[in-house]
């Protein structure tokens, strides 16, 4: 920062100010100077220095000039290089003369006691506050970036507190580590001059997004933030190591809401003499994609998908993947784990910290992330809203994509993709605004708006998942397709399986292939759903960078629940739970040609060839039945990036 100050001496006096390292003190010399000088001569101390300014046209000349002429605009600027060893060491003298050059007219005189002052945090992101970074004071992305990060410390310490961001203790030394550190560093000789104080200060809008405790000998005290604007510290001791740890308070709601500034001014008689300033930004929460590593895997477990379980289990046992189990007790007979949470995660150089979104559906899963995910370096994000919740807002419609390059411009963690109405119907179901801002704000995996209110349940993963792939851009979009369904189907029926019948062994009523197709209505709603899929693919390609021959097309129908929303007929395949090239897919009990599942052998030969591993559950009357698959009914947390979000180019 400009650190520059106005000093008024006063002949016949001796001033005595504190100068700070790296500050400029402007002295008029014309002003006080007595009727009939002609000229000046200045004299300092070793390690005190000056220039002499024209401040009518901007000249400045070092000494070694003797001697002045005295005319309106001269201004003496003076610096001084090393910290004073005691109190007004420092020396200034400005003699002035008349027209007898030999003789003085009258003097003034400065005595400096010079300090050094900074204010520290790691600004060259290596996880150590290194001291004065000539670039702690902006915030710069990118792997030749600068600037420091501060984490929302919301995870818990101990079992018996809440969150460890909504209150002013401090609790372990582990609730220190997830904090920013941040250190006021002085020298100056050991008798300091009375009347200073170092007051460290933020802004009013600031104050609500963090909190900064000071490490005490035997303690450590919120003095900033939260309610505090400013806390002063008496600067009395010359060499000195104040030292302080950052958390955040909240995550941000606005993309202009993302830095933090802390300002350190040296005080006297209630104003600053000196001036620093360093600046943070809140790390973002970070979706993993499907083509992250799993590392667990969790499921609801009620009275009624004993069956499934079973199914379930074997298959991600064969994924390899822990697998947690939340028993009825603990469920509330609510069994949609993938609608009540999300995983993601912060990093900062000092810290990792997995964070689960909690939405605001508040259902029998409501007290799930708080109850057995939060904990130590586990942090939670309660979602909360003052508006209408609707199906939409449930994170069965929040995904994100894998990494994708976009006409030039790199996304490395991927996009989020939430569900919404058309633009054209304002009044249709939409996420609620809180949730959208935060997912907005976040920066790193900028949102694409899809559109889903098409459906009863209305969630994005009702019609799309990615999938790991080894060639071209390492994944491929699937896509429901009732246009494929009914090129499947006519194909067999002209085959001749028109017979052959669906849902065969699915605890419900079977149907023919003739049947199905000769159902006009039916057909004619199906239409509709594809335009309303190609719609969105259409957004896909574009946001995504995707060609077509990174979409796979799967067989899918839909059936109206009312005349303007559709659920899935059969089990959506769709709707998939992906850990690693591992596939747990909803069973779509389609008809048997040849002793082989049609649905099912299509989507094989689609997806095989990827090397990928093809399981089909039966989640018929466990999840299909009551408008929900495999991936609703369950939730996976992920391994993380190994690129750091900060070397993101943005």
Known sequence: MSNQRIVHLECGKSTQVLYVLGTVINIDIYKPSPPGCRSFEVTTSPGVNYSISDKQNGSVVTHPAIRW????????????????????????????????????????????????????????????????????????????GHGAILLVNCDKELLTTQSDNMDDKVYSFADLADMSRMIIRTEGPKLMPAGYTLNLHISPS??????????????????????????????????????????????????????????????????????????????????????????????????????????????????????????????????????????????????????????????????????????????RIDLKSDGEINSLDAFGNLEVSPPVTVNGKEYPFGRIVIGSHLPIHPKGRKMVKDTQDLLMAQSVQSPIILYSDWLYVGHVDEFMTFVPAPDRKGFRLLLASPLSFYSLFKRLQKEGHGEAMMFDNAFCDPIKINDI????????????????????????????????????????????????????????????????????????????????????????????????????????????KRHGEVH????VRRKPFTLKWWNMEI
């Open 69 to 144: 002429a005295l005319i309106k605009d001269s201004l003496l600027r003076v610096t001084v290089g090393q910290v004073s060893s005691a109190a007004n060491d420092g020396k200034v003298k400005v003699t002035f003369y008349g027209d007898d050059l030999d003789k003085p007219v009258d003097k003034m005189t400065l005595e400096l006691t010079a300090v050094y002052v900074s204010l520290d945090v790691d600004a060259d992101r290596d996880g150590i506050v290194e001291e004065n970074n000539p670039n702690k004071s902006s915030w710069m992305w990118g792997p030749e």
């Open 206 to 379: 600031d104050k609500k997004k963090v909190q900064l405790f000071r490490h005490e000998i035997s303690s450590v005290t919120s003095v900033l933030g939260r309610t505090k604007e400013l806390t002063a510290m008496d600067f009395t001791k010359g060499h000195n190591k104040i030292i302080f740890s950052a958390e955040g308070l909240a995550f941000p709601h606005n993309k202009n809401a993302t830095l933090v500034t802390f300002n350190l001014s040296v005080v006297h008689q209630q104003l600053p003499i000196f001036t620093d300033q360093v600046v943070l930004h809140f790390a973002p929460w970070i979706m993993t994609p499907n083509t992250q590593a799993p590392e667990e895997v969790y499921v609801c477990s009620v009275l009624h998908n004993e069956k499934f379980l079973i199914e379930f289990k074997k298959f991600v046992t064969k994924a390899q993947c822990k697998l947690t189990i939340l028993p009825e007790s603990e469920n509330e007979n609510d069994i949609w784990m993938q609608d009540e949470i999300e995983f993601g995660y912060i990093d900062a150089p000092h810290k990792f910290m997995n964070i689960v979104m909690d939405s605001p559906r508040n259902r029998g899963l409501k007290n799930f992330a708080y109850k057995f995910l939060l904990g130590r370096d586990f942090g």
């Open 517 to 624: 197709l000769k159902n006009q209505a039916l057909h004619e709603r199906n239409t509709h759903v594809q335009h309303c899929i190609d719609w969105n693919r259409d957004i896909l390609k574009v946001e995504l960078g995707l060609d077509e021959a990174d979409i796979i097309d799967i067989p899918t129908l839909f059936k109206p629940t009312d005349e303007t929303h559709v659920a899935a007929y059969f089990p959506d395949m769709v709707n998939m739970i992906v850990l690693g090239k591992y596939l747990g897919i909803p069973k779509p009990f389609g008809p048997l040609i040849n002793g082989e599942c049609a649905l099912e052998a299509v989507v094989r030969s689609a997806l095989e060839p990827l090397g990928l591993d093809c399981t089909f559950v039966n989640d018929f009357t466990s999840y299909h």
């Open 632 to 635: 609703c009914g369950s939730n």
